[in-house]
């Protein structure tokens, strides 16, 4: 049996939005798929600009309205909401992670002796950092495609470079404002997410019992159903016997009359 969901000690109207659910979800339409995918990007991205966009303390940071990257991230944690790509290990994790290398590496060219040099070895630096990325993430278990653009747009973007280190919070935050975009809208009429750290683990097989004379209980395994057409061609089959021309059913008959003819012999 798989381990109990944690979730599954709170209540119920709790639980329910943080994707606990005590059986399989039901199969819903494509149209219903649509409208609430529809409805969480809009509210996601929506909700991310409002509070950088809006919000005094950001705008004197000078940091971007959205970062890009999210658009695509959208897709997944609001249309694809089952696959492990879309969960917020990888949500949060890949984010995070793509920011950091995207940044490390842009302060490592920053070292080069002019703004001249650095400016011509960025694309470097944002190829660097999206393949490493990549990596970290496999290694990690975090793997979240858009992620990848998190960390070029560390090297490449203008206003991603500007703000620095500032880069690793405002990622957060839009991670965070993500997921709780999703947890509320998907939760509405389908389960988000799957699993939050760790995919639960497939059922275990039972166990053979041991009987008390040493052997194992064996189990009974099912009997392939017998191909009709097969033992009809087989029945039907013909061999040479005496220069006639013998069938497998009288075959058979000539076989017990052959031995019923045979004399027993004494002990």
């Given at each position: 049996?798989?381990?109990?969901?944690?979730?599954?000690?709170?209540?119920?109207?709790?639980?329910?939005?943080?994707?606990?659910?005590?059986?399989?979800?039901?199969?819903?339409?494509?149209?219903?798929?649509?409208?609430?995918?529809?409805?969480?990007?809009?509210?996601?991205?929506?909700?991310?600009?409002?509070?950088?966009?809006?919000?005094?303390?950001?705008?004197k940071?000078?940091?971007?309205?959205?970062?890009?990257?999210?658009?695509?991230?959208?897709?997944?944690?609001?249309?694809a909401?089952?696959?492990?790509?879309?969960?917020?290990r990888?949500?949060?994790g890949?984010?995070?992670?793509?920011a950091?290398?995207?940044?490390?590496?842009?302060?490592?060219?920053?070292?080069?002796?002019?703004?001249?040099?650095?400016?011509?070895?960025?694309?470097?630096?944002?190829?660097?950092?999206?393949?490493?990325?990549?990596?970290?993430?496999?290694?990690?278990?975090?793997?979240?495609?858009?992620?990848?653009?998190?960390?070029?747009?560390?090297a490449v973007?203008?206003?991603?470079?500007?703000?620095?280190?500032?880069?690793?919070?405002?990622?957060?935050?839009s991670?965070?404002?993500?997921?709780?975009?999703?947890?509320?809208?998907?939760?509405?009429?389908?389960?988000?997410?799957?699993?939050?750290?760790?995919?639960?683990?497939?059922?275990?097989a039972?166990?053979?019992?041991?009987?008390?004379?040493?052997?194992?209980?064996?189990?009974?395994?099912?009997?392939?159903?017998?191909?009709a057409?097969?033992?009809?061609?087989s029945?039907?089959?013909?061999?040479?016997?005496?220069?006639?021309?013998?069938?497998?059913?009288?075959?058979?008959?000539?076989?017990?009359r052959?031995?019923?003819?045979?004399?027993?012999l004494?002990?």
């Amino acid at each position: 049996m798989s381990p109990p969901n944690t979730l599954a000690h709170f209540p119920r109207w709790f639980s329910h939005w943080f994707g606990y659910r005590a059986g399989p979800p039901p199969k819903h339409p494509d149209y219903l798929i649509w409208f609430w995918s529809w409805i969480g990007a809009f509210c996601g991205i929506s909700v991310i600009q409002a509070v950088f966009e809006q919000a005094k303390y950001f705008v004197k940071k000078g940091v971007p309205t959205i970062i890009a990257s999210y658009g695509a991230s959208a897709v997944l944690i609001y249309g694809a909401i089952e696959a492990p790509l879309a969960q917020p290990r990888a949500l949060f994790g890949g984010h995070f992670l793509g920011a950091l290398i995207g940044v490390i590496f842009t302060k490592l060219f920053h070292l080069l002796p002019t703004e001249e040099h650095f400016q011509r070895l960025r694309w470097l630096a944002g190829s660097l950092s999206c393949a490493t990325a990549l990596v970290v993430m496999q290694m990690t278990g975090t793997t979240h495609p858009p992620a990848g653009a998190t960390a070029l747009l560390a090297a490449v973007d203008d206003d991603v470079l500007a703000i620095g280190w500032y880069y690793l919070p405002v990622v957060l935050l839009s991670s965070a404002l993500a997921l709780g975009v999703a947890l509320l809208v998907n939760n509405i009429q389908r389960r988000y997410p799957v699993f939050w750290f760790y995919p639960a683990p497939p059922p275990l097989a039972p166990a053979a019992k041991q009987m008390p004379n040493g052997m194992i209980e064996s189990k009974r395994v099912p009997v392939p159903a017998i191909d009709a057409d097969h033992e009809m061609a087989s029945a039907t089959t013909t061999t040479v016997e005496g220069g006639e021309i013998v069938s497998r059913a009288e075959e058979s008959v000539l076989g017990n009359r052959r031995s019923s003819r045979e004399p027993i012999l004494p002990v």
